[in-house]
């Protein structure tokens, strides 16, 4: 009686975890009916977001540049919990680095708007496909994930 109990428990998660494979395969992330989201977009909305891919860059490098040597060990201490090393990195930044960290959100996000403005409808409706398609890939794998990690014995 056990082995038919084991069999079919075992049987079970095999359909289980197969079902989410097969249904994980079926959808393209981030693809837009077989071709990439740059292929509906302009020239001048590809150099848009170009421009702000280098500022982002360019925030990073000037950013780790200003970050002093206390602040780095504070970052690199695997002793402290992610969470509490974060906080107190964020308390370590100087008035200089918050504002470059503000006004470097505030740019990005006018560039967003302006970025938004110069889409069509049709070119919205298309992105937010493809945003939704990436967000139930997304959504299979975390599940997928969550059905193995469940199967395995303690």
């Known amino acids: 009686m056990k082995t038919k109990a084991r069999l079919f428990a075992a049987v079970l998660l095999t359909l289980i975890l197969s079902t989410g494979y097969v249904l994980g395969q079926d959808q393209s992330s981030s693809?837009?009916?077989?071709?990439?989201?740059?292929?509906?977009?302009?020239?001048?909305?590809?150099?848009?977001?170009?421009?702000?891919?280098?500022?982002q860059a360019g925030f990073r490098k000037d950013f780790r540049a200003s970050i002093s040597d206390k602040q780095k060990e504070i970052l690199e201490n695997?002793?402290?919990?992610?969470?509490?090393?974060?906080?107190?990195?964020?308390?370590?930044?100087?008035?200089?680095?918050?504002?470059?960290?503000k006004n470097h959100r505030a740019e990005i996000k006018k560039m967003k708007e302006e970025f938004r403005a110069t889409l069509t409808p049709e070119q919205k409706a298309m992105m937010k496909k493809a945003y939704m398609g990436r967000r139930m890939h997304q959504a299979n794998r975390f599940s997928q994930t969550m059905l193995i990690d469940a199967g395995r014995p303690v």
Do not use: C, H, N, W
């Open 31 to 55: 693809k837009i009916e077989g071709k990439g989201i740059a292929s509906i977009l302009t020239q001048q909305q590809k150099d848009m977001l170009k421009l702000r891919a280098e500022k």
């Open 78 to 101: 695997p002793r402290v919990m992610p969470y509490e090393r974060q906080k107190e990195f964020r308390a370590s930044l100087t008035d200089q680095q918050v504002d470059m960290i």
